[in-house]
């Protein structure tokens, strides 16, 4: 079989829509970080910033996310609040997507593909509990001195694999976030041209990701709120699993994702030959600008 090329690459995702190609190509000009509330507070994170020289400007959507230049993250790493762990750098998809969980304070959330446990943490300040699951050793062990680190008390940890949760804990959970595991395209460096790219890679991380969706919301109450989220632009990876996911359970829904973001696309009704649920358009697909990588999510409800 032939090596894929970058044009391979380029022509899929023209189809999917023209501008992918052109964002994911464009050099970042920015970076985005959250203040840990477990550490600090919003006001002493700025002001100490601010008396190291950075100006970083507020993201209108959250109070607690901001945004910096490209040029200031090696020095922001330096910073004392980097240092201490009062702030978290983490993609703003990333923070949307988990701020798009509606959690009350006395849930209980799963995050059932959860390294490094960037949207855990997110939960914790939200929720009662988090359960924050991850198969991968090193990365749960890496997850684990995170949450240590970050001083988030309510996250039970879990080296898991996720597939078969929902047969320990049937609707167990509040709420459930599955950011599965996926070919990752959004993290593709062009410049670089293709290194691990392939569409088999998409077809073996679909398979997969059905199996997880599956767990995801058998370990869901009832009435209960959960979100599939990928890094990637390929609707097998994407619409697909959610509707594999609908045609299999009449009882799932899409739930609206509300936002103000300008640079959204609506879910796909029909890909390749195959033609998808109607409902799957209120799901999204953001597009790579500025800080926010892209990134792919749909709301689901139960019942
Ligand atoms: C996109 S990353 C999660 C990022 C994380 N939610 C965050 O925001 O910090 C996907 C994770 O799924 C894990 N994973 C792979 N196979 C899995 C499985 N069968 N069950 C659960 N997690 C799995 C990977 O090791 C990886 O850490």
């Known amino acids: 079989m032939a090596k894929p090329t970058l044009d391979d690459l380029k022509r899929r995702l023209d189809e999917i829509n023209p501008d992918i190609f052109p964002l994911l190509s464009a050099p970042k000009e920015y970076f985005s970080f959250r203040v840990n ?3 600090s507070s919003v006001d002493s994170v700025l002001k100490k910033l601010k008396e190291e020289g950075f100006n970083p400007k507020e993201v209108s959507w959250c109070g607690e996310a901001f945004i910096l230049p490209i040029e200031n993250r090696e020095s922001l790493v ?16 990333s923070i949307f997507a988990a701020y798009s969980l509606d959690i009350k304070p006395h849930y209980w959330v799963l995050d059932l593909a959860a390294a490094p446990g960037g949207k855990s ?16 050793r090193e990365r749960f062990f890496r997850m684990k001195r995170n949450f240590k680190e970050s001083f988030a008390k309510n996250i039970q940890t879990y080296n898991k694999d996720g597939r078969f949760v929902y047969k320990a804990c049937p609707e167990f959970f509040d709420a459930v976030f599955l950011d599965a595991p996926c070919s990752s395209e959004s993290h593709i460096d062009v410049k670089k041209g293709i290194t691990w790219w392939s569409e088999r890679r998409i077809y073996r991380f679909a398979k997969l990701q059905k199996q997880l969706i599956i767990s995801a919301f058998e370990s869901l109450k009832s009435g209960g709120e959960m979100i599939y989220a990928t890094c990637t632009f390929a609707p097998e990876e994407n619409e697909a699993v959610v509707d594999f996911l609908l045609k299999r359970y009449k009882e799932a829904k899409i ?16 890909w390749r030959g195959e033609e998808y649920d109607i409902s799957l358009k209120d799901t999204i697909r953001i597009l790579p600008k500025g800080a926010f990588s892209g990134f792919y999510m749909a709301k689901i409800r139960k019942g």
């Open 37 to 39: 509330l477990n550490r």
């Open 255 to 270: 739930v609206p994702i509300k936002h103000d973001l300008d640079h959204t696309q609506n879910g796909l009704l029909s």
């Open 121 to 136: 943490l997110i939960f914790s300040q939200k929720a009662n509990k988090v359960s924050a699951v991850e198969p991968n």
């Open 78 to 93: 330096k910073s004392s609040p980097y240092t201490n762990n009062e702030i978290y750098i983490q993609n703003l998809s």
